[in-house]
Structure formats: structure tokens, C-alpha cells
């Protein structure tokens, strides 16, 4: 079986990010097809205030690192959170 996707410009992005108490820090490695890194950014720590946390509940820290990262991002950017 072939496949004519063409994936020769295709990146790939692995998102980590960690919470301690109210505050949130995020990595993102970008790798081309073949695993070399293309990219890599970080997040300064962001706190999260006591009217935020209510108002996001569970989805406070995929809200708070997609949209640090997102707004920079020159492609775009796919959200897939697992638990």
C-alpha cells in the first residue's frame, strides 16, 4: 500500500507544561519528520488569580499554556490535551 501524503514539511510539537500551587510553566519542542529540533520555547511562571481559577475550573492550565504559546505561533496551532 503507498500513501501520497507528502509529509517532507511536516513539523511535529511536544507540549509539556507543569502547575505548582497557582503557577504554571510550559516547554514546547518542535521536531521535523525526521526528530530533528527546529524550535523550542518556554513560558516565564504564570499565576493564576483566585477570580481566574473559578472562572476556568479544569481547563485553566490548557487554556493558560495554549494561549502562551498560541499567540506567537507563525503556524497553527492544534490542541489535544489528554488527562
Known amino acids: 500500500m503507498t500513501s501520497s501524503t507528502d509529509w517532507s514539511g511536516?513539523?511535529?510539537?511536544?507540549?509539556?507544561?507543569?502547575?505548582?500551587?497557582?503557577?504554571?510553566?510550559?516547554?514546547?519542542?518542535?521536531?521535523?519528520?525526521?526528530?530533528?529540533?527546529?524550535?523550542?520555547?518556554?513560558?516565564?511562571?504564570?499565576?493564576?488569580?483566585?477570580?481566574?481559577?473559578p472562572l476556568f475550573g479544569d481547563r485553566v492550565a490548557g487554556t493558560i499554556i495554549s494561549k502562551t504559546f498560541a499567540r506567537d505561533a507563525e503556524a497553527p496551532v492544534v490542541r489535544r490535551f489528554s488527562s
Open 10 to 53: 511536516s513539523l511535529i510539537g511536544y507540549l509539556t507544561h507543569i502547575c505548582r500551587g497557582d503557577r504554571y510553566w510550559g516547554g514546547l519542542l518542535v521536531v521535523d519528520i525526521e526528530g530533528d529540533p527546529v524550535d523550542f520555547a518556554w513560558t516565564e511562571p504564570v499565576e493564576i488569580s483566585r477570580l481566574i481559577r
